[in-house]
């Protein structure tokens, strides 16, 4: 009997797995909490593919992205990402590039919603931060160096 | 265990800059703990979904590299009056909300 339902499960989630791999259900609908896979990438390129289904983003300087030029601690790096002179933005996303897994978070914006973002991130050592947004359906970058005096992962 | 959260902003022009702090661990489970030789268990808020008068404005997923008792500002289209509502989720199920008349 559990053997039985054991098999069951796995099917189950062979099936859904298989429904989102051939795109019939798009990840959004079918995961409507989280990403795991992008957040388990461990390169911005994977991770971007796995959000946005590409990686290829034109850099725009129409992103402010506002970042400490050095971090004395590395575990809270203030980031802002202000994209609000560009028209139809849909998603923010920000990584740090040399992060074990670099992507940070993600924003989905609806209409009501400006394409603004302010946090504060963790990061390991010197590396750039990328803001990725997602505009009109198309991708822009913008990318920070910022220097890490005491690294944040740990701690 | 709820989450608590902290909430301010005030609607401008038809703009309102909400800040939210949230008072959680962040833990991203990649941390060692000396002692053991384990990592600590993950524990980070994955899910944040804001609505401006019940509508979905912004949802955002996060991963445990958003600082610990995290701080997040977002712009919205909203008039004074308006209430924008913060509900949250962690990777352990626990969730948090806030209201705000903005």
Same mark, same amino acid.
């Given at each position: 009997?559990?053997?039985?339902?054991?098999?069951?499960? @796995?099917?189950?989630?062979?099936?859904? !797995?298989?429904?989102?791999?051939?795109?019939?259900? @798009?990840?959004? @609908?079918?995961?409507?909490?989280?990403?795991?896979?992008?957040?388990?990438?461990?390169?911005?390129?994977?991770?971007? #593919?796995?959000?946005?289904?590409?990686?290829?983003?034109?850099? +725009?300087?129409?992103? /402010?992205?506002?970042?400490?030029?050095?971090?004395?601690?590395?575990?809270?790096?203030?980031?802002?990402?202000?994209?609000?002179?560009?028209?139809?933005?849909?998603?923010?996303?920000?990584?740090?590039?040399? #992060?074990?897994?670099?992507?940070?978070?993600?924003? #989905?914006?609806?209409?009501?919603?400006? $394409?603004?973002?302010?946090?504060?991130?963790?990061?390991?050592?010197?590396?750039?931060?990328?803001?990725?947004?997602?505009?009109?359906?198309?991708?822009?970058?913008?990318?920070?160096? *910022?220097?890490?005096?005491?690294?944040?992962?740990?701690? | 265990?709820?989450?608590?959260?902290?909430?301010?902003?005030?609607?401008?022009?038809?703009?309102?800059?909400?800040?939210?702090?949230?008072?959680?661990?962040?833990? +991203?489970?990649?941390?060692?703990? /000396?002692?053991?030789?384990?990592?600590?268990? !993950?524990?980070?808020?994955?899910?944040?979904?804001?609505? *401006?008068?019940? *509508?979905?404005?912004? #949802?955002?997923?996060?991963? $445990?590299?958003?600082?610990?008792?995290?701080?997040?500002?977002?712009?919205?289209?909203?008039?004074?009056?308006?209430?924008? /509502?913060? +509900?949250?989720?962690?990777?352990?199920?626990?969730?948090?909300?806030?209201?705000?008349?903005?």
């Amino acid at each position: 009997m559990k053997r039985r339902s054991f098999l069951k499960g @796995t099917l189950a989630t062979g099936a859904a !797995a298989v429904a989102v791999n051939a795109g019939l259900l @798009t990840p959004s @609908t079918v995961l409507a909490d989280w990403n795991a896979k992008a957040f388990a990438a461990k390169t911005t390129d994977d991770a971007l #593919n796995s959000v946005y289904g590409s990686a290829a983003a034109a850099a +725009s300087g129409d992103i /402010k992205l506002k970042a400490p030029a050095i971090a004395e601690n590395g575990a809270v790096t203030p980031v802002t990402v202000d994209a609000t002179s560009m028209s139809g933005v849909e998603s923010i996303a920000i990584l740090a590039s040399k #992060n074990p897994m670099p992507l940070v978070c993600t924003y #989905n914006f609806g209409a009501a919603a400006q $394409g603004y973002v302010s946090t504060r991130i963790k990061m390991g050592e010197t590396m750039n931060v990328i803001a990725i947004v997602k505009a009109g359906g198309k991708l822009f970058k913008a990318e920070q160096e *910022v220097k890490v005096t005491i690294g944040g992962c740990g701690g | 265990m709820a989450i608590n959260i902290r909430m301010r902003g005030k609607a401008k022009g038809g703009v309102a800059e909400v800040k939210a702090l949230i008072k959680h661990e962040m833990e +991203s489970g990649a941390r060692m703990n /000396k002692k053991t030789g384990k990592p600590y268990p !993950a524990k980070f808020i994955n899910n944040v979904k804001v609505t *401006v008068n019940g *509508v979905e404005a912004v #949802n955002s997923d996060w991963s $445990g590299a958003v600082s610990a008792n995290p701080y997040m500002a977002i712009m919205l289209n909203a008039n004074s009056g308006d209430e924008v /509502k913060v +509900s949250l989720t962690d990777n352990t199920g626990d969730t948090g909300e806030q209201t705000l008349k903005v």
